[in-house]
């Protein structure tokens, strides 16, 4: 083989795509997030549907735990300086300065109970103990929605017990969370000792907690300043639950729906034996891709007077089966253009980047990964 036949192409580098943060305002652009927020504020501040002030977080948390919950909204208000990713972060000078609003506990509190400790420290499957012990207090506080915005649920490190199934069990304790707040309703914001209380840098945890709640909340803090207009985006993802015997039983599947300008954002969720497994992966038949497209379809429509989109945009981390795929042309009938599109987490490709050398022939392999959008 020759060395030209074995030559891979020059690369390119994207350029980094501009966000807007006003929708009448087309100067109130910037390419960088943080300090687009910082200059312009969120782009739903200035919209019909802006979010109600203040927004109101209920809490779940141990007992006696909820003081440490309260310190991180005291953070939140605070004045931070990054200690980690300086050309990235921005100093973060607190929730109402950059969103305009406040953001407050709600009165709906729980505390789980007390034995939630030891039980878990000595249970055989504690994930289950843990997974019942939130759904309970889920189920508590759908009972009383209108008293908040969303829920945050502080999770220990003590508790890692419960985080994961067993090895022959598919089984995430967030994952398990997501889906069940998803099928009512209830928009949650997970919070883990280690990656929010304990992290060093608290400028890097203020600006990504406090864009979490004003997203979940309903607002949009920005969206990409040139898209193509009647445009939807539907993500899927699946999570297995079991039998007592712990064998697969049924999947609940969620669909996020958005449109071009990044609103709109809603969560469909429900439970489906419609599928199989492959290598732990599950896979819907025809009939049920149909119906979540379909339920995706009607959400989308609802929230623009009926029209259908032009362009649909469909993508999970898993490959689409022929089945798959042709429930999905079943739902989008009359649609111009239909993508269906894996977002592989990870791929045998790698990158570096080389300096030129300078001397001799050979270059020298960079210390940093290549630069963004390569």
């Known amino acids: 083989?020759?060395?030209?036949?074995?030559?891979l192409p020059a690369h390119a580098v994207l350029r980094e795509p501009d966000l807007a943060f006003h929708p009448d305002r087309p100067e109130d652009r910037s390419p960088h997030p943080l300090a687009g927020l910082l200059n312009f504020g969120p782009f739903s501040r200035s919209t019909v549907n802006a979010v109600l002030d203040p927004i109101r977080v209920a809490t779940i948390a141990p007992a006696g735990d909820s003081r440490l919950v309260e310190g991180l909204f005291a953070e939140l208000e605070g004045h931070h300086t990054p200690r980690e990713r300086r050309v990235y972060l921005v100093e973060y000078p607190g929730f109402t300065r950059v969103f305009g609003l406040r953001v407050v506990i709600s009165p709906e509190r729980i505390e789980l109970a007390a034995?939630?400790?030891?039980?878990?420290?000595?249970?055989?499957?504690?994930?289950?103990?843990?997974?019942?012990s939130i759904t309970r207090a889920l189920a508590a506080l759908q009972a009383r929605q209108q008293q908040f915005?969303?829920?945050?649920?502080?999770?220990?490190?003590?508790?890692?017990r419960g985080f994961y199934g067993s090895a022959d069990e598919d089984f995430d304790l967030h994952d398990y969370i997501k889906?069940?707040?998803a099928v009512r309703g209830i928009p949650v914001q997970i919070v883990?000792?280690?990656?929010?209380?304990a992290y060093h840098c608290r400028c890097s945890v203020m600006w990504r907690l406090g864009i979490a709640l004003y997203s979940k909340a309903g607002g949009v803090p920005w969206k990409l300043a040139e898209t193509e207009a009647d445009t939807a985006f539907v993500g899927l993802s699946y999570a297995i639950r079991a039998t007592d015997q712990g064998k697969s039983r049924f999947v609940t599947c969620c669909s996020q729906v958005f449109d071009a300008d990044g609103a709109?954002?809603?969560?469909?969720?429900?439970?489906?034996?419609?599928?199989?497994?492959?290598?732990?992966?599950?896979f819907l038949n025809r009939?049920?891709?149909r119906r979540v497209m379909a339920r995706s379809l009607a959400l989308y429509q609802r929230r623009h007077a009926g029209r259908k989109p032009k362009r649909v945009t469909v993508h999970k981390s898993t490959a689409f089966t022929v089945e798959e795929a042709d429930g999905c042309f079943d739902a989008w009938q009359g649609v111009e253009t239909l993508e269906l599109i894996q977002v592989q987490q990870d791929s045998g490709w790698r990158g570096v980047e080389i300096?030129?050398?300078?001397?001799?022939?050979?270059?020298?392999?960079?210390?940093?990964?290549?630069?963004?959008?390569?």
């Not at 034995?115 to 019942?132: G, K, M």
């Not at 829920?151 to 003590?158: C, N």
């Not at 419609?274 to 290598?279: I, M, P, S, V």
């Not at 300096?355 to 390569?374: F, L, M, N, V």
Request: aromatic fraction near 6%; charged fraction near 25%.
């Open 1 to 7: 083989m020759s060395v030209e036949s074995a030559r």
């Open 115 to 132: 034995a939630l400790d030891r039980e878990i420290a000595t249970s055989p499957r504690p994930h289950l103990l843990l997974a019942e």
């Open 149 to 160: 915005e969303v829920v945050l649920i502080y999770l220990p490190k003590r508790w890692g």
């Open 179 to 181: 889906a069940v707040s």
């Open 192 to 197: 883990r000792e280690e990656s929010a209380l």
């Open 264 to 282: 709109g954002l809603e969560f469909i969720a429900y439970e489906t034996s419609g599928f199989h497994l492959e290598r732990d992966n599950p």
């Open 287 to 289: 009939a049920e891709m």
């Open 355 to 374: 300096h030129a050398p300078e001397s001799g022939t050979k270059g020298i392999a960079s210390q940093y990964p290549c630069e963004r959008g390569t």
